[in-house]
């Protein structure tokens, strides 16, 4: 089945790190780009990261320096590795994957306590 399942998440401390993992099934091909989102409450969904096919990445300005993306093509699996995580980073982060077609991941809590 043509699935997405993200890992990882949880609670940590101010200036902790957490990893997310977006795992892509092997049955989802010709994949475009992996972006991440998270959506704070009552909040739309925004993008934080992408990686593109090319592997070329891009981050937004507010996690620039903090979050880094990798991917394991070995594993179909890509990472956003959040370092520096302060309580502003508190949200609901979704995987997507874009090929024609679009695929999310399930969404992870992420919570960063003061």
């Known amino acids: 089945q043509a699935q997405v399942w993200q890992t990882g998440g949880g609670l940590v401390q101010s200036g902790g790190s957490l990893r997310l993992s977006c795992a892509i099934s092997?049955?989802?091909?010709?994949?475009?780009?992996v972006k991440w989102y998270r959506e704070f409450p009552g909040k739309e969904r925004e993008l934080v990261a992408d990686?593109?096919?090319?592997?070329?990445?891009h981050y937004v300005d507010a996690v620039k320096g903090r979050f880094t993306l990798s991917r394991d093509n070995t594993r179909n699996t890509v990472y956003l590795q959040m370092d520096g995580l302060t309580p502003e980073d508190t949200a609901v982060y979704y995987c997507q994957v874009i090929t024609t077609h679009t695929y999310w991941g399930q969404g992870t809590q992420v919570t960063v306590s003061s």
């Open positions: 990686i593109e096919g090319s592997g070329d990445r």
């Open positions: 092997t049955m989802i091909t010709g994949i475009k780009n």
